[in-house]
């Protein structure tokens, strides 16, 4: 199964159908796609990784989530590169401004993590978070999720929302805990 989703996921990028069909009429309004599939696919590969599939899906939409309220930047790279121009280790997503190489090594999640770009881009999944603009390792205890309602925790990631209200959907209690 993860060799055929590693398989077709690596076809369609070189086919080019990363990009929506409306995109495919110029090519820069492709190109611009195409890098934001790479950026969200580089994203999902650092961040989530080891996670199971809806981990993966999960950390993607957080990026959507982000790139559609108004006091995030609206597309996928600038989101993703958000921060740390000055310090490391102080930008939304730590990989991106951790000093490491940003080259994928590991072929195998490296195709899942584009496979799972790919059907975030195309609209075939849903939000598993709740519309959550945050997210953390359970590793870790940052001082800003004080201050926020968590909604789920799938896999080893911890996802947060503003408030109850906020939250567009309720995760049954298996999913939401990553069993």
């Known amino acids: 199964m993860r060799r055929m989703i590693g398989t077709v996921a690596l076809f369609l990028t070189l086919v080019g159908a990363g990009a929506p ?3 495919n009429s110029g090519n820069t309004v492709r190109a611009a796609s195409t890098e934001a599939l790479r950026c969200m696919a580089l994203n999902i590969y650092f961040e989530a990784r080891g996670e199971p599939f809806l981990g993966k899906i999960a950390v993607g939409h957080v990026v959507l989530n982000r790139i559609a309220h108004r006091r995030y930047p609206s597309n996928a790279c600038a989101v993703i ?52 603009l945050w997210y953390h390792a359970d590793s870790v205890d940052p001082t800003w999720s004080r201050q926020m309602l968590r909604f789920a925790k799938i896999g080893r990631h ?3 929302v503003r408030s109850k209200a906020r939250a567009k959907i309720k995760l049954p209690r298996r999913l939401a805990s990553g069993t």
């Open 158 to 160: 911890i996802f947060y």
């Open 21 to 23: 069909a409306e995109a």
């Open 81 to 132: 590169q958000q921060g740390g121009e000055r310090r490391r280790y102080r930008c939304q997503f730590s990989w991106w401004c951790d000093g490491r190489s940003d080259q994928p090594r590991n072929v195998a999640s490296w195709r899942e993590a584009i496979f799972v770009a790919m059907l975030i881009h195309r609209g075939a999944t849903k939000d598993p978070t709740g519309g959550a």
